[in-house]
């Protein structure tokens, strides 16, 4: 029999809640009780298993959702967080200290660029910032300080395709560890098996999918998750990135109806992409055969979930970005709001929004352009109609003749 693919995993998770419900109880504690001071002592030296100590280190509600999320992503465990960045920054820490480097990708979110930039130089940790489609000037940048390789599956906010795989066998041959960000392509693709050891997502965005919950997750080895909830020196512990209870479990609810959602977002934005750049706009979308990294993700993905739901438009200017943004949510066909992942379309001009913590000879030298419009296309019924009113407002802005 084949492998199950991601979704299969998830859905053959089965929990029952306290009084047999069919979604599990959700622990509402902060903290939890002992019969014994022995056990809170061996609790607490991590030697009780399946006894919860303080909600900061680990509840009934949040292993729930870490292995529903390690199963997704095909890792032996997982720990939830408060939010992406959440994370993001535990998990660096926990992996670099004090004369460490680190090579990322230049094209990250501006968050994770930020912290790799400005904040963890503090600790006496650097950074080299490279062209992540370029893999000798991957493997050059590389040092004998450097720890890790950081990388998200498809850049944000350009698209830009990592390949997983020949980035694994560099991080392998220098015995880094390969950090890969998926959240602009869960289910889609799966990082751990094209070599990847440590797998983070934003559940804020595709896998939560309601826009009401901020959250993240690091899907790795039991050894490396123990770790960072170890509580002398795990850094998810002692910085304190706790998802709420409550928050869990409504996460856990919307990962059941992912694999639908991702297919629906997937076909809207191929159907668009397609359509905008037959008009002639400069169209970017990972699931178009003139992207750069198109033959790539085809290898990479699981195809029953398409390229994804996100894509770019540049239409020339920051202010025919704006205008064009501000007209079409005056037609009702999305937001201008960051994030991603919503059932209707989200769409903002990334370098003066999610990338505006890169400077902007930065973001020239990328090539992310102010006319750049980033779109997460949402869960539209009859995507044709869709596409006929955005073009109606490039025609009525002079974008499209």
Known sequence: MKDFNPADKIQDLQY????????????????????????????FEGNAEGCYLYSRHSSPSNLYLDQALAAMEGTESANVAASGMGAI????????????????????????????????????????????????????????NTKVLYCETVSNPLLEVADIEA???????????????????????????????????????????????????????????????????????????????????SVMKNLRTLHIRMKQHSQNAQYLAEKFENDGVKTVYPGLASHSGHELYKRMINPEYGFGGMMTIDVGS????????????????????????????????????????????????????????RFSIGLDNDIERTYQTMKQCMVDLGILS
């Open 89 to 144: 920054t535990a998990t660096l820490l926990q992996l670099c200290g004090q004369n460490d480097h680190v090579v990322s990708s230049r094209t990250i979110y501006g968050g994770t660029y930020a912290f790799l930039k400005n904040f963890t130089p503090r600790f006496g940790i650097k950074t080299t910032f490279v062209d992540i489609t370029k893999l000798d000037v991957v493997e050059a940048a590389i040092t004998e």
């Open 167 to 249: 980035l694994s066998k560099i991080a392998r041959k220098h015995n880094l560890k390969l950090v890969v960000d998926n959240t602009f392509s869960p289910l889609s693709v799966s990082p751990i098996k094209l070599g990847a050891d440590i797998v983070i997502h934003s559940l804020t965005k595709y896998i939560n999918g309601s826009s009401d919950t901020v959250g993240g997750v690091t899907c790795a080895t039991s050894e490396f998750i123990n770790a960072l909830k170890n509580v002398n020196d795990g850094a998810s512990m002692l910085l304190g990135p706790t998802m709420d209870s409550l928050r869990s479990a």
């Open 318 to 373: 920051l202010d025919k970005a704006n205008a064009l943004m501000e007209l079409m949510q005056e037609r009702n066909l999305g937001y201008l709001a960051v994030s991603l992942g919503f059932y209707k379309t989200l769409f903002s001009a990334p370098g003066t929004s999610t990338s505006s913590e890169i400077p902007m000879d930065e973001q020239l030298e990328m090539g992310l352009s102010d006319g750049l419009i």
């Open 16 to 43: 029952f809640g306290e009084f047999g419900g069919v979604n599990p109880s959700i622990s509402d504690s902060s903290t939890y009780t002992f019969l014994s001071a022995k056990t809170m002592f061996d609790t």
